[in-house]
Nanobody
Framework: QVHLVESGGGSVQAGGSLKLSCAASGYSFSSCNMGWYRQAPGRERELVSSIGDSGESTYYRDSVKARFTISRDNANNILYLQMNNLRTDDTAIYYC?????????????WGRGTQVTVSS
């Protein structure tokens, strides 16, 4: 079975940092692009960042540019999201997603999420 397991969430003060990890198994990790989504209470799930299968292409939503860095370790099947200078509006459940498919306009696999809470 495919498993995506997020870790690294927690509670921090504004301005602090967290590094999220997504450990993947059960599929060809290096053949799939990956993404981090988040969902805050009362808001729609939104794409935070994504990375191509080889790490050559990255995307960041405007609100996290220059603060977050997405990376991947294909040798160990791990996706990372380094989050610096966190703000209170970064508070959300963060989800790891794998293998975007254009024909369904969605990722094929999803993790269960990890909570990030940023306090002022």
């Amino acid at each position: 079975q495919v498993h995506l397991v997020e870790s690294g969430g927690g509670s921090v003060q504004a301005g602090g940092s967290l590094k999220l990890s997504c450990a993947a198994s059960g599929y060809s990790f290096s053949s799939c692009n990956m993404g981090w989504y988040r969902q805050a209470p009362g808001r729609e799930r939104e794409l935070v960042s994504s990375i191509g299968d080889s790490g050559e292409s990255t995307y960041y939503r405007d609100s996290v540019k220059a603060r977050f860095t997405i990376s991947r370790d294909n040798a160990n099947n791990i996706l990372y999201l380094q989050m610096n200078n966190l703000r209170t509006d970064d508070t959300a459940i963060y989800y790891c997603a794998a293998c975007y498919r254009i024909n369904i306009d969605d990722y094929l696999y999803w993790g269960r999420g990890t909570q990030v809470t940023v306090s002022s």
